[in-house]
């Protein structure tokens, strides 16, 4: 990648050369707003903010500031409160830069990130108009009370206010009690808001949002659906990590303001942090606060609607932010917003044109001219949290040649109960073949592995969904064109359709297709009767918004009214490693069956088959190529996609149409649950209507089959719960899990005795053990070996 050189004069560019001065010795903000190289493309940005995150800041000095600030907020007499961070948080992203959408706001002089005084004012007056102003009895007063603080100017907002009988709003004047009085055209507000500052050095993060239908947004028409089969574009941009604690201060203009004022707009402000959000994308989860020492604020407003629940993961997430890595593996708010987005337009693709969807979408989520009704946070529910692993089942090893390549481990296939396939020429590991992807490396480069992360089943999250009232614009009118009123109740159940939907049937992360990353929303019925009710509140929706419904026959995106009748199936299974491995091997089963020919593009795409004299390919036009790799004809399906553009077929997209979906019952079994949509144009309305009905029935079939063949499997695979750690279960957790292990003493033939928190004595003997041995009553990382309930086995990790 190629970045444009720093437009500095050469002295200064000297000294930035590698090595001159470290980046931990720059400051962030000239880093990012001056030495920063630029990228030719947006999707470069990644590499060229890399560089900010490695310069470290000063937090001696701003502790010195900090105690400099107190000093003099107590000599201002000002009322001070902490607020933490529960997501992370970016402000000031559209700022002047040399960067698209990426910048952040830190402290001129010092570097460190900070809210200003004027963001903070403005978003205490929005919650104050917004939120407090409607559930007051006396509105004349409490809009004096607003003004009071905040002040007021002869513009246009405030005559049209005052202008309409519906609003507290009235002229101000010298007298209040003397309609004749001179009138007091402005006023600057009595309440100071001062600047918010960090109580420790705030980190600064690389974050990631992906815009999947770019194409879809950018344009005003109907001929560009929001398929899946658009290449996902990255914004990647900097922010704070949560958990950080600012200090918030306001202060009186003048030692008469009343103190009732002071209070009502630390009031405001403290409301705002933590129901509005402060800084940008807020309504993806970005910038939400909880006071540092109290409980939030209750929330009582008409023009806002809020609901609160519990979703707890079932089967293991690929989940991940910009790095893939450990740290950022989380279920982000953004991911989930852009799910039920999805699932919503399943609900409505079918009934509507793409222009009428595009608006009725905005009208619910926002587009690039009106910000979105629906605001989603996201917070850890587990009391004992669930740490991210790797994904386990694959081992290095050495193949005839001496290299080092990516098996599957032995330890956890047999540990785990799964079955090997007979012929592994032939057959892949049915998890594996779901996972594909996860875990990769090419033979001969252990340095080139990629392995993902995944957060294991039973990792909850408290999902808070607050929607405020919309306003539906019907396509091709101009603003102030016709708005049709959508209520904040309203808004909000379209927000829980979709939640209901994604839990029923999808999943989230990578491969949150394959039965990966499934949710259970914890007090809420999977019984399929309610998709009847949510689909008649779309259809009240579709009416209140004004549209006609129409029956689209062949629609192109995935529509929930054209989908095929729902495949569940019960299994016999406590394991979701088993069921994930079964649910493998009979999806490829069925795309065995159907090896060399065409029709596997109705499954997705990209995808090369090998040529035979009865693929099909011929007939449809399609070019072959040889494959250097087998020294065999290939063709790449998808090259008659109405959507292909520019890309060669190897590079064509299309997700899957079927989704699967992975549910635990209260007996600790599973169900497999699958939704297939006939697509018009993977390849066509009928064959793809045909290829995924045998798909349905292979499955139904295929592994009732299975679950005869094993009408046990194997042991259950513990997962954490609610109230105590996974470690006090008595099911086996998985071959590698991470753990803390106790020594209790030596063994005769090496190793140790060991303990763990709420398990009996167990041993650790396998594995290479650190240069430096441990002392007996140490605490030391260790991986399950063997969770034996009666003496469990660890290894060196």
Not at 561 to 581: E, Q, Y
Not at 648 to 653: E, G, L, S, V
Not at 721 to 741: D, E, H, N
Request: glycine letters at 8%; hydrophobic letters at 35%.
């Amino acid at each position: 990648m190629a970045l444009l050189p720093i437009p500095l004069p050469e002295s200064t560019t000297q000294l930035l050369a590698p090595g001159v001065v470290p980046y931990s010795e720059r400051h962030p903000g000239l880093q990012l707003d001056k030495f920063i190289q630029p990228p030719h493309r947006q999707e470069d940005q990644k590499t060229a903010l890399e560089p900010v995150l490695k310069t470290s800041g000063d937090p001696g000095l701003l502790a010195a500031l900090l105690q400099r600030r107190r000093q003099w907020l107590i000599a201002l007499r000002a009322a001070t409160f902490a607020a933490t961070t529960t997501g992370p948080l970016t402000l000031h992203l559209a700022r002047a830069s040399a960067l698209e959408n990426a910048g952040i706001c830190l402290h001129p002089l010092y570097g460190f990130a900070y809210l200003p005084g004027s963001g903070l004012k403005g978003m205490a007056r929005a919650y104050a108009e917004t939120v407090w102003l409607p559930s007051q009895s006396d509105q004349q007063k409490a809009w004096r009370q607003i003004e009071d603080a905040f002040g007021w100017a002869p513009n246009p907002d405030r005559r049209r206010q005052i202008n309409d009988s519906r609003h507290p709003a009235q002229v101000r004047r010298e007298n209040h009690s003397d309609p004749h009085s001179a009138e007091i055209k402005a006023s600057c507000g009595n309440i100071v808001f001062h600047d918010a500052w960090p109580e420790s050095w705030p980190r600064l993060i690389m974050d990631i949002l992906n815009n999947h239908h770019a194409d879809y947004y950018q344009h005003d028409d109907n001929d560009h659906p929001p398929g899946d089969w658009e290449n996902p574009v990255p914004v990647y941009f900097l922010a704070v990590q949560p958990g950080v604690t600012f200090t918030f201060a306001l202060a009186k203009r003048r030692d008469d303001v009343p103190d009732e004022l002071l209070a009502l707009a630390q009031h405001w402000l403290l409301g705002a942090l933590c129901h509005l959000g402060a800084g940008a994308k807020t309504a993806a989860g970005y910038g939400a606060f909880k006071p540092a020492d109290t409980e939030p604020l209750p929330i009582v407003c008409q023009k806002l609607a809020t609901y609160e629940t519990t979703l707890e993961l079932v089967t293991p997430a690929f989940l991940a932010g910009p790095n893939q890595a450990k740290d950022d593996c989380d279920l982000r708010p953004a991911t989930l917003r852009g799910l039920l987005r999805w699932w919503w337009r399943t609900m409505h693709a079918g009934f509507v044109d793409v222009k009428t969807l595009r608006a009725m979408e905005a009208a619910i989520w926002g587009d690039t001219n009106t910000g979105g009704a629906v605001r989603i946070t996201v917070r850890h529910a587990n009391q004992t949290p669930v740490t991210p692993i790797p994904i386990p089942g694959k081992t290095i090893q050495k193949d005839q040649s001496n290299r080092d390549v990516l098996r599957p481990d032995k330890h956890f296939v047999q540990s785990m109960g799964l079955v090997e396939p007979a012929d592994r020429k032939r057959t892949t590991q049915g998890l594996f073949y779901l996972s594909y992807g996860m875990d990769e490396m090419p033979a001969g480069k252990p340095q080139d592995r990629k392995q993902r992360f995944m957060m294991p089943p039973g990792a909850k999250w408290r999902v808070r969904v607050t929607a405020r009232e919309g306003f539906y614009r019907p396509p091709g009118t101009k603003s102030p064109g016709p708005l049709v009123r959508l209520p904040a109740k309203t808004v909000l159940q379209q927000a829980q359709a979709a939640l209901w939907l994604l839990c029923q049937y999808g999943g989230v992360g990578s491969k949150g297709r394959n039965g990966f990353g499934s949710l259970a929303q914890l007090g809420e019925s999977p019984d399929e009767g309610k998709r009847a009710v949510i689909e008649k509140a779309a259809a009240e929706f579709r009416q209140t918004c004004g549209v006609e419904s129409r029956g689209d026959t062949h629609p192109q995106v995935p529509a929930l009214n054209h989908a095929l009748p729902v495949l569940s199936i019960s299994t016999p299974w406590k394991n979701f490693w088993f069921v994930l491995d079964q649910l493998g091997y009979s999806i490829q089963a069925f795309a065995q069956k159907h090896k060399r020919n065409w029709i596997k593009e109705a499954l997705g795409l990209p995808r090369k088959i090998g040529t035979s004299n009865n693929d099909g390919t011929r007939d449809r036009g399609y070019a072959r190529e040889g494959d250097a790799s087998n020294k065999q004809t290939i063709v790449w399906l998808g090259q008659k996609h109405p959507y292909l553009a520019n890309r060669q077929p190897k590079d064509m997209r299309h997700a899957a149409p079927v989704h699967f979906h992975i549910d635990r019952k209260a007996d600790g079994t599973y169900d497999i649950r699958a939704i297939a949509f006939p697509c018009a144009v993977l390849p066509d309305w009928n064959t793809s209507n045909k290829v995924l009905k045998q798909l349905l029935d292979h499955l139904k079939s295929d592994i009732a089959q299975r679950c005869k063949s094993n009408p046990q499997g194997p042991p259950a695979v513990s997962v954490p719960s609610a109230g105590a750690p996974a470690a006090a279960t008595s099911q086996k957790r998985p071959y590698g899990t991470p753990v803390r292990v106790k020594i209790i003493a030596s063994r005769p033939n090496g190793g140790y005795d060991v303990q763990e928190e709420g398990k009996p004595q167990g041993t650790l003997t396998l594995g290479t053990p650190p240069a430096v041995l441990p002392q007996i009553g140490e605490m030391v990382d260790a991986k399950v070996h063997d969770d034996d309930p009666k003496r469990p086995q660890y290894r060196w990790p």
